[in-house]
């Protein structure tokens, strides 16, 4: 979402369209010009000592808007800007002037510390650092459309994600969903989503809370394990000075609050969040049920000492849902209950040397509770109940010892957890169709899995003369409680980047990546009691990339992935959009012995240009099983995706338009015995044939209004646009032919249609 239509129109004449400087500046009042700033929709927080009335601008800015002209006015007089909270930005002394107050000085160009990025794959997403390897700003990010304010869907956005425009997080290059860690604030986040059983639309990771995103797709160093595919690591916002919000939106009515105390020693933060589906459910057509969810973070640091920091953070959610399908035949209850609390301890022993614990602990409830009643088809019950607890206590130490660049930690977590499911599935004779035998299925599986989860990783990064970098780590991982007793992982890693010239850099990387099962991931409703062993998977990636003069960055990379030692797992090859997948006839195990994901692509960024930025993307990739002597799709199998967005700035207005595509997903095709017409169950024929393309057009457009406390800011947005009818799902129905006959076909629904929201935002 960031290049855009005018910009387009600007391309293709071969003009550029440059936004007008202000007028001349220098002489005017410091406080005049941040004040004409708020027209941009930037909120600016001092007072009369840091920006007196008199504290003119020294010299006429070389910047034009912005953030930029507000930062090159305030250097001039030894004054910065501190991100307070998104758009809002607290004036304060630049530390490295000891003046009480500030005093002209001749401007200066800051020295600049560069940042070596060795891994391949790696994006930042939600920071002002305009460097190469970042993606977007924190700006673009809430400017982007995503359904349900939902933080994930930016990563959906980047090359390598499979998105079916439902889910908050899809498959990474390949990979399993379970395959990607969410971090948040160094703690690793084990079931961070609403609506955890109806396909996850909604994470926890509330868009207003986030700061940044650090997102590797592949080959990320040591200091990450336990996943095969990807890595989603967050922060939140850390506001400076006093703050607050309130929204309210189709979806979600939200507060924020945060302070900062004891002169700047302390901060606070606490944010609480409602969904509103429940409210708009009373409105559809058909009864669905009622989603009800909530969740809140709370966040406290302290500077013990000019070396010492200690924080506290929490985040917790709530849901209980009621869903419901064919005319109420079906219905699924479901309470979700997930607790996070973790303390950490920063210290810096030198200016070389620091360190970090972090000591947590993680509750999580699961019940769900189902039935099925469809007369002389089938009945049945189903109860799922599941709690976990895990406590956990991680250290982490960076060290500069002359060239090298030292990283080294462990971790260690004890894990406790209860399942309690039942089923009970009795299927008539003849349902799904003809001939189909009748079956009664009774599973009753309580497993109480205890024990430890152990690793450590070093990691170290030199440099070498002026064009080579090279990084290298070990991780050990161990896992006590699955009884699988397949011993330690050792995980190897290795990047290398080389410098042509200052603006393109090639870097290539190779490392083994284990993931072990999960505590909370054991297949029990597919009647699995036990824990299968660790699997691995070998990524080997290679980019080249290039930052043109003209403001466009461009990333090519190409990468493999060879997964070995592969853990069977459960699909259901018509239809994913169902309450209980178990108990649906068209479940199958997928049980590969092995799986290769391969994949080329091209992201190109133009850095804003006046009003406009944007990205193009595309990707080629495919990815598949070996079953038996077979190489069969996966599902989330896409041999063509491609991202455009564009968005537009001005002022208090906000536009942003995205598109994404990739080709159809593979879908199965059940033969039909030409005689009767009749469709026949063939695990063989599983993904041998194609849905249509997917291509979803989202736009949102947010409009800033000043006020005498703070800013307003409504936007209006729709997620597919031009209500494209995606095909996710197949059903065969029966249909009576003119000739008395019947026969059976092919019926498709589809993703989401077009779904409109709107909502406002106070900020103060």
């Not at 006429?60 to 090159?72: I, K, T």
């Not at 990783?457 to 780590?473: F, K, S």
């Amino acid at each position: 979402m960031k290049s855009a239509l005018r910009r387009v129109a600007c391309l293709s004449t071969g003009l550029l369209m440059c936004h007008p400087a202000l007028a001349q500046l220098q002489g005017r009042s410091v406080g005049d010009v941040l004040k004409d700033l708020r027209a941009q929709g930037l909120i600016f927080i001092y007072n009369d000592q840091i920006v007196p009335a008199d504290l003119r601008v020294q010299a006429e800015p070389s910047a034009a808007r912005g953030l930029e002209l507000a930062r090159e006015i305030l250097a001039a007089h030894g004054l910065s800007l501190s991100e307070a909270a998104p758009r809002v930005y607290a004036v304060v002394r630049d530390s490295s002037n000891a003046s009480a107050r500030p005093q002209p000085a001749q401007k200066q160009e800051p020295e600049q510390l560069e940042e070596v990025v060795v891994q391949t794959s790696r994006y930042v997403l939600a920071t002002e650092n305009i460097a190469p390897k970042n993606f977007l700003t924190q700006d673009e990010v809430q400017a982007m459309p995503r359904l349900a304010d939902e933080t994930l869907r930016a990563v959906q956005r980047l090359p390598g994600a499979a998105t079916n425009g439902v889910s908050s997080l899809g498959p990474i290059r390949g990979g399993e969903p379970n395959e990607t860690a969410i971090l948040l604030n160094g703690l690793r986040l084990y079931e961070p989503f609403h609506l955890k059983n109806f396909y996850s639309p909604i994470s926890l990771l509330d868009s207003r809370i986030i700061d940044g995103i650090e997102f590797y797709s592949g080959g990320f160093p040591a200091p990450y394990g336990d996943r095969m595919s990807a890595i989603i690591d967050a922060r939140t916002i850390r506001p400076a000075e006093r703050y607050y919000e309130a929204g309210l939106s189709f979806f979600h009515t939200s507060a924020l609050a945060a302070t900062g105390f004891d002169d700047g020693r302390g901060r606070a933060l606490l944010s609480a969040r409602r969904g509103n589906l429940a409210e708009l459910a009373q409105f559809a057509e058909e009864d669905f049920g009622e989603p009800d969810y909530s969740d809140g973070f709370a966040r406290a640091e302290y500077a013990l000492t000019d070396s010492t920091n200690i924080s506290f953070d929490a985040l917790a959610s709530g849901d209980q849902i009621v869903a419901r399908r064919d005319n109420g035949t079906q219905e699924a209850r479901a309470k979700y209950r997930n607790i996070y609390g973790w303390l950490t301890l920063e210290h810096d022993w030198s200016p070389d040397l620091s360190s970090r614990v972090i000591g947590s602990f993680t509750d999580l409830v699961n019940e769900r509770r189902g039935s099925v009643e469809q007369p002389g088809q089938r009945s049945g019950r189903v109860q799922d109940d599941r709690t976990f607890h895990i406590a956990g206590l991680r250290l982490e130490n960076s060290w500069d010892i002359g060239a090298f660049r030292h990283r080294f930690g462990g971790e260690v977590r004890k894990l406790w957890g209860d399942y309690n499911y039942s089923l009970d599935l009795t299927v008539s004779p003849n349902y799904p169709f003809p001939g189909s035998p009748g079956s009664v299925t009774t599973r009753r599986v309580s497993p109480a899995p205890e024990g430890y989860e152990n690793s450590a990783y070093w990691d170290v990064r030199t440099t070498l003369g002026q064009r080579w970098t090279l990084e290298t780590g070990l991780r050990v991982d161990v896992q006590t409680y699955d009884g699988s007793d397949d011993g330690e992982q050792l995980s190897p890693r290795f990047s290398v980047l080389y410098a042509l010239s200052p603006a393109t850099t090639l870097r290539a990387s190779w490392g083994r990546f284990f993931q072990s099962q999960g505590i909370n991931e054991l297949q029990v409703e597919d009647g699995i009691s036990t824990f299968y062993p660790a699997q691995h998977a070998d990524h080997v990636i290679a980019s080249l990339e290039h930052a043109f003069d003209e403001g466009f960055n461009v990333r090519v990379e190409a990468y493999r992935k060879y997964y070995r030692e592969l853990n069977p797992r459960f699909e259901n090859m018509l239809d994913p959009l169902v309450l209980f997948p178990e108990a649906e006839f068209d479940r199958v195990m997928v049980d590969a012995r092995s799986a290769r994901a391969e994949g080329v692509e091209v992201l190109m960024q133009m850095r804003p240009r006046g009003p406009w930025s944007g990205w193009l993307s595309y990707t080629w990739s495919q990815v598949t099983d070996r079953i038996g002597n077979e190489d069969v799709p996966r599902s989330w199998d896409q041999r063509h995706a491609v991202n455009l967005g564009v968005t537009w700035a001005s002022g208090p207005w906000t536009a942003t338009v995205i598109n994404s595509f990739h080709s159809g997903w593979p879908t199965t095709e059940l033969p039909v015995n030409p005689t009767t017409g009749v469709p026949s169950i063939d695990v063989s024929a599983r993904n041998r044939s194609r849905l249509e393309d997917f291509n979803s057009l989202d736009m949102r457009l947010t409009r800033t209004f000043l006020m005498s406390r703070g800013a307003l800011d409504v936007f209006v947005e729709l997620t597919n646009a031009t209500s494209r009818d995606n095909p996710c799902c197949v059903e065969y129905e029966l249909r009576q032919n003119a000739d008395g006959s019947t026969s059976y076909v092919r019926d498709f629904s589809s993703w989401l249609p077009l779904i409109p929201s709107a909502g406002v935002l106070w900020r103060y």
